[in-house]
């Protein structure tokens, strides 16, 4: 192992076990030579993720409370590179370096370890005292909690394990205007919040509550509980459930929401996780009710395939509501708002609120984006045939009969 510029003379894919107690060693004496005292290891058995992620923001960032002390194997990467829409951000690699925080007299590093398929990563901390580590874990929390506060943890299960992006809450383009339900949803999670648990301790209540959100798609589910996360004042994470979604993603993601807690946990598409995980997630999810101040809220399009053990259990889905189809009402504020009284004369809104029912938000929001780009094209918007066209779509999806009997396959709104 060498200092910033240099690289370890050890090799990554021969880590044995006497291997990586002379590395550890190594490690020691480097800190104790750069920073003048002894340093104690400490092995991570929770492999907790939130000063990995708080790490990953100092690299970004730049913090210069963070030093980088060495690069760790020299067979191994030392640069990552991450792609944020058009920028370029080029950074040393969480797993094949020493991380430095003097302040607290503290060091991270993930070493691999061989298995009999691939590698693994095992992180240990390096520490002047149990007490400076323990006053870094609560810092570090802290500051997560803090940095997540007005932020969505945008979490999704993919081939490589759950990808995790920290996203600003944007504000969306419509919310669903359905003020009862919102109004309703709004308030249980502020007092939820607000209350600090006193009023659960009062009456003898656990300090958690579960929702489910269920409708029929595009009817602003995803938009109503990123809503309620961006007004919530406290951290939020959204977890897409999905066909990789797997028991250590399970297992991995309710572990950090107990981390973060108090906070608003939304779990999408729960229809989505397949029959050989649910006893697993049933069970890590009871195991949240030793934590307390979760508040999960759980969106599915389908709510007959959510499984009936997670429905009317405590500290599981105390409580269920429909997000409907707009009303009348609802479809001409919503085509008023978005055309921005630029495409639709009175007359049209009138008229088209009449014939759009059964249509949801979505299907909305492309009718007034078909309608900009006649308007573009053509300098006026027929409505007939936009109308027609969604609403063969509609069909189309209900049936499941796209093509047509003579194999034409003409697409679009002017076909």
């Not at 993930?110 to 400076?132: K, Q």
């Not at 909690?145 to 990808?163: A, F, I, P, Q």
């Not at 973060?260 to 989505?272: N, T």
């Not at 299907?363 to 066209?389: D, I, K, N, S, Y």
Request: aromatic share 8%.
């Amino acid at each position: 192992m060498a200092g910033d510029h240099g690289a370890a003379g050890a090799s990554a894919s021969a880590a044995s076990a006497q291997e990586l107690r002379q590395l550890l060693r190594m490690i020691r004496d480097l800190l104790q030579a750069r920073c003048g005292s002894e340093f104690a290891v400490y092995k991570d058995e929770d492999q907790l993720e939130l000063y990995w992620s708080l790490l990953e923001q100092d690299l970004a960032e730049e913090n210069a409370e963070l030093q980088v002390l060495a690069r760790v194997f020299e067979t191994m990467e030392s640069r990552s590179v991450k792609r944020d829409s058009a920028e370029i951000r080029i950074y040393p690699s969480l797993d094949n370096h020493l991380f430095y925080y003097p302040e607290w007299k503290v060091a991270l590093v993930r070493l691999p370890m061989p298995r009999v398929i691939g590698r693994s990563l095992e992180p240990y901390l390096f520490a002047e005292s149990d007490e400076s580590l323990r006053r870094f874990l609560v810092h570090a929390r802290e500051r997560l909690r803090s940095r997540m506060t007005g932020k969505l943890l945008l979490c999704c299960d993919g081939e490589e394990g759950t990808v995790s992006e920290l996203a600003p809450h944007r504000i969306e383009r419509w919310e669903p205007v359905q003020d009862s339900l919102r109004l309703e949803l709004e308030r249980s999670v502020s007092s939820f919040f607000q209350s600090g648990g006193a009023f659960y301790e009062q009456f003898g209540l656990a300090y958690r509550r579960g929702m489910l959100l269920y409708g029929k798609p595009g009817n602003g589910k995803t938009s109503l509980v990123r809503a309620l996360a961006s007004k919530a004042g406290v951290p939020a994470m959204s977890w897409q459930l999905s066909e990789h979604t797997s028991t250590e993603s399970i297992r991995e993601m309710l572990k950090r929401a107990a981390e973060m807690a108090p906070m608003l946990l939304i779990i999408e598409d729960l229809e989505g996780l397949r029959p050989e995980l649910r006893s697993v997630f049933l069970g890590e999810l009871d195991g949240l009710r030793t934590h307390e101040g979760i508040y999960l809220i759980a969106t599915t399009n389908y709510p007959d395939l959510v499984d009936p053990a997670l429905i009317g259990r405590p500290g599981r889905i105390d409580r269920a509501y429909e997000v409907a189809e707009p009303t009348r009402a609802c479809r001409a504020e919503f085509l008023q708002r978005q055309s921005r009284g630029l495409l639709f004369g009175a007359g049209q809104l009138e008229e088209l609120a009449d014939r759009t029912k059964g249509f949801s938000y979505a299907q909305l929001e492309e009718l007034v984006a078909a309608a900009a780009f006649c308007w573009q094209e053509q300098g006026r918007v027929e409505t007939e045939p936009l109308l027609r066209a969604i609403r063969q779509e509609i069909e189309h999806a209900k049936n499941g009969s796209w093509m047509s009997a003579s194999g034409s396959g003409k697409v679009g709104f002017f076909a």
